[in-house]
């Protein structure tokens, strides 16, 4: 079909896009409606962990849509069940609650929070964030979300998350009050340009939340599931959080979040939370193949060592133009440009012929890479090659 063919307009505006329809995908690789192909560095903005079309999550979903799609939340599913113990067996957590959408299950664990903070802390129900960070859409966590102007849009805001600066621990001591009940942070901070908090500032906000007996609540949905090179990114600093979220890379595509907590935490009572297609069976199958996949023996070796490829590259390349360096964990990584022609790269990339290249400028400074996490070294030197050609235009 033709671009003019498809009824476009009848799509609500939420944002600029490209003239273009994508059609297949398999891999690194997306088709479009005619018949060009790109290198994909998004993946659905890092939700494909394994790459488009996986084989083992389409396998499981064909299984599962066969069987069992939706028995309704208030019964047990079999793949509910096996993903909860998979995620269990391979975290510090405990118990796991399953959720749509990244927002979703960080609304999970705000509520989790405050409903802890009730019963066990005189009813404190603040929780600190941070500048810079991203929650999700959903009115509180945009809320708890630090990006500049999200304030303003949908105001008034829901109230109760005070901002300190990211791996500034005097700035998060600061806040500290009897109403404080939580800190939450993405260990690195993905949509603010991939700023890893450091491994110190994790272990002084894990003893300062524990001297004040305040919870801890990582946001892993873009930097968990094997995407730092280490199943959930706070393993990087040896410390144990007390909640944490997941979304983006557990569903491998499809619409799949989870909140987990330690027992001691999980306060939730019948009919405190809930969802009509939480833990659906048709998701959690997908998600149970995501996850054995990513434990697979040396599967997260091969991420680091992939990982550390792309950095090494990445830095030759910045060291030949001039550029800043580069920063990230594993294969969350960005390349830092010192000057905003991000999005004008971005574009071209996607244009280029006869392949295009899709890549994020999470700020105008910076390219962001966020690739499947079985990308091949031979698919970095491709995308590589295309940047410099990229670069040698502007
Ligand atoms: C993407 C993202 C979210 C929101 O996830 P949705 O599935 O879009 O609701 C929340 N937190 C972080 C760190 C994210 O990167």
């Known amino acids: 079909?033709?671009?003019?063919?498809?009824?476009?307009?009848?799509?609500?505006?939420?944002?600029?896009?490209?003239?273009?329809?994508?059609?297949?995908?398999?891999?690194?690789?997306?088709?479009?409606?005619?018949?060009?192909?790109?290198?994909?560095?998004?993946?659905?903005?890092?939700?494909?962990?394994?790459?488009?079309?996986?084989?083992?999550?389409?396998?499981?979903?064909?299984?599962?849509?066969?069987?069992?799609?939706?028995?309704?939340?208030?019964?047990?599913?079999?793949?509910?069940?096996k993903l909860a113990g998979l995620l269990t067996e391979h975290s510090c957590f405990d118990k796991v609650f399953f959720a749509n959408s990244g927002a979703e299950a960080n609304e999970g664990a705000i509520k989790l929070a405050r409903k802890w903070g009730k019963k066990f802390r005189d009813g404190a129900y603040e929780i600190i964030t941070f500048d810079h960070s991203f929650h999700g859409r959903t009115l509180a966590t945009m809320s708890a979300s630090g990006k500049p102007g999200w304030d303003t849009i949908y105001a008034p805001q829901v109230p109760g998350f005070p901002k300190a600066d990211l791996n500034d621990i005097a700035s998060v001591e600061k806040l500290i009050t009897g109403k404080t009940v939580a800190v939450m942070l993405e260990p690195i901070q993905g949509e603010g340009g991939v700023i890893p908090a450091t491994r110190e500032f994790m272990q002084e906000l894990r003893a300062l939340t524990k001297k004040h007996g305040i919870l801890l609540i990582v946001d892993e949905v873009q930097s968990g599931c094997g995407r730092a090179g280490t199943l959930f990114a706070y393993e990087l600093s040896g410390i144990e959080p007390d909640i944490m979220t997941l979304g983006k890379g557990i569903g491998g595509g499809v619409p799949l979040a989870a909140l987990l907590a330690k027992k001691e935490v999980t306060v939730f009572e019948a009919g405190d939370q809930g969802g009509t297609y939480n833990g659906n069976p048709l998701m959690t199958a997908a998600g149970y193949s995501v996850i054995s996949q990513l434990v697979a023996p040396g599967f997260l070796e091969g991420v680091r060592a992939r990982g550390q490829y792309l950095r090494e590259k990445l830095l030759e390349l910045s060291a030949e133009r001039g550029f800043q360096g580069e920063r990230g964990e594993g294969l969350l990584r960005a390349l830092l440009l010192g000057k905003d022609i991000g999005p004008e790269i971005v574009e071209k990339a996607r244009v280029m012929q006869p392949d295009g290249l899709l890549l994020n400028a999470a700020r105008p400074n910076l390219l962001r890479f966020m690739p499947a996490l079985n990308v091949t070294n031979e698919e970095i030197d491709q995308m590589m090659a295309m940047l410099r050609t990229i670069l040698d235009s502007l």
């Open 1 to 81: 079909m033709n671009f003019s063919e498809y009824p476009i307009e009848s799509l609500m505006y939420i944002t600029n896009r490209p003239e273009i329809v994508f059609t297949h995908g398999k891999g690194s690789w997306l088709y479009d409606n005619e018949g060009k192909r790109y290198l994909d560095f998004i993946q659905g903005w890092a939700v494909n962990s394994l790459g488009h079309c996986n084989e083992g999550m389409i396998e499981a979903m064909e299984k599962q849509a066969r069987l069992l799609i939706n028995p309704s939340p208030a019964f047990y599913n079999e793949p509910m069940a």
